[in-house]
C-alpha cells in the first residue's frame, strides 16, 4: 500500500515561510511524477508543481512558477515544497499527490490528506 503523510502547514503572516514536506511510503511506478495541488476555501483544487523521480522535469501551476521550488528527496522518497514570500492567496489546503502526469490531477493514484496554509495579512 502506498500512503502519502504531508506536513509543515501552518498560519504565518504576508511575506513569511513554510516548507511543506510529503513523506511518501510504499511502492510507486518510478517513471510518473509526484506533485502539490492545493484547494482554497471555495475554489476548485489546482496544481501547484510536479516533479520526476530525476528530478530532471519539474512543472509549474500557471501562477506558481518563480514563487514556489519543488523538490525531492529521492532515496527517502520526501517530496517538499518551500514558500516563501507568502501572500493571503495562498491560503489552501496543500495536497501531496504520486504516480500522475504532470498537473494533471485525474491521473494520479494516491493522495495524501492535506496540510492546511492560511496567510493572514
Known amino acids: 500500500q502506498v500512503h502519502l503523510v504531508e506536513s509543515g502547514g501552518g498560519s504565518v503572516q504576508t511575506g513569511g515561510s513554510l516548507r511543506l514536506s510529503c513523506v511518501i511510503s510504499g511502492s510507486t511506478a518510478s517513471w510518473k511524477y509526484k506533485a502539490w495541488f492545493r484547494q482554497a476555501p471555495g475554489k476548485e483544487r489546482?496544481?501547484?508543481?510536479?516533479?520526476?523521480?530525476?528530478?530532471?522535469?519539474?512543472y509549474y501551476g500557471s501562477s506558481m512558477k518563480g514563487r514556489f521550488t519543488i523538490s525531492q528527496d529521492a532515496a527517502k522518497n520526501i517530496l517538499y515544497l518551500p514558500m516563501n514570500s507568502l501572500k493571503p492567496e495562498a491560503t489552501a489546503m496543500y495536497y501531496c499527490?504520486?504516480?500522475?502526469?504532470?498537473?494533471?490531477?485525474?491521473?494520479?493514484?494516491?493522495w495524501g490528506r492535506g496540510t492546511e496554509v492560511t496567510v493572514s495579512s
Open positions: 489546482e496544481g501547484v508543481a510536479a516533479i520526476d523521480l530525476g528530478g530532471r522535469h519539474t
Open positions: 499527490a504520486a504516480e500522475g502526469l504532470y498537473l494533471d490531477q485525474n491521473t494520479y493514484n494516491y
